[in-house]
């Protein structure tokens, strides 16, 4: 029972580079998301998808990308890292996007933008 | 104001104390609330969800104020266990909390 994984866990990179964050999960969930944490601001979501093909914003969108081609897999691209952007990334599904509906997280990314 | 506010923290109780956090929200319409257990450099998971007429999972009681537009969590009889961040989450707006910490000391 895989459930939600994220890709990689741990990522360095530069200042300008494109960087792309995967999220994998078996669930089939219809709903995922994306957050990003730091220090004191709590979770804050970045962008979520209803379904496949289907994408919309969150509270900090700008300087992300993301797409979902396909239901279990929802990657979220940097198209040009900044050092603002050094933080923890995680990712959620949910079976629906009612809301009584429960959140389950992978594992998270620490990314560092140098 | 924040859409979501938390008890800033960190919360230091002894075992066996009895600790209560709140969690206030801006927006009068929110539906559903939650409360998230997330342990240092883990993801957060569900600790419970907060039923209008307030709801008790072993030594976890959750209540909602919706005149005062606050959620509260007490935890009886603390356990070392117990230590970690707690987030509260209103779902409508998938806005969380900047979590409260606590720490329970032998």
């Known amino acids: 029972d895989a459930g939600i994984t994220q890709s990689p866990r741990y990522k360095i990179t530069e200042t300008g580079r494109q960087v792309t964050l995967m999220c994998h999960q078996t669930w089939s969930h219809s709903y995922m998301f994306w957050y990003r944490q730091d220090l004191g601001h709590g979770l804050r979501l970045i962008y979520y998808?209803?379904?496949?093909?289907?994408?919309d914003k969150g509270e900090v969108p700008d300087g992300y990308v993301v797409s979902r081609s396909k239901t279990e897999n929802f990657p979220l691209t940097l198209e040009s890292a900044t050092r603002s952007q050094t933080s923890v990334y995680f990712c959620a599904s949910s079976e629906r996007g009612e809301a009584k509906n429960i959140q389950y997280f992978g594992a998270g990314t620490r990314l560092s933008v140098l | 104001r924040k859409e979501v506010e938390q008890d800033p923290g960190p919360f230091n109780v002894p075992e066996g104390a009895t600790v209560a956090f709140n969690c206030t929200y801006s927006n009068s319409a929110s539906q559903s609330f939650f409360w998230y257990r997330q342990d240092c450099r883990k993801e957060p998971k569900l600790l419970m969800s907060v039923y209008s007429s307030g709801n008790e999972d072993g030594r976890f009681t959750a209540q909602l104020n919706r005149a005062s537009q606050y959620i509260s969590l007490l935890i009886r009889d603390s356990k070392l266990s117990d230590s970690a961040t707690y987030l509260c989450?209103?779902?409508?707006?998938?806005?969380f909390g900047a979590g409260t910490r606590l720490t329970v000391k032998p």
């Open positions: 989450v209103v779902n409508n707006d998938m806005r």
């Open positions: 998808s209803a379904a496949a093909d289907i994408t």
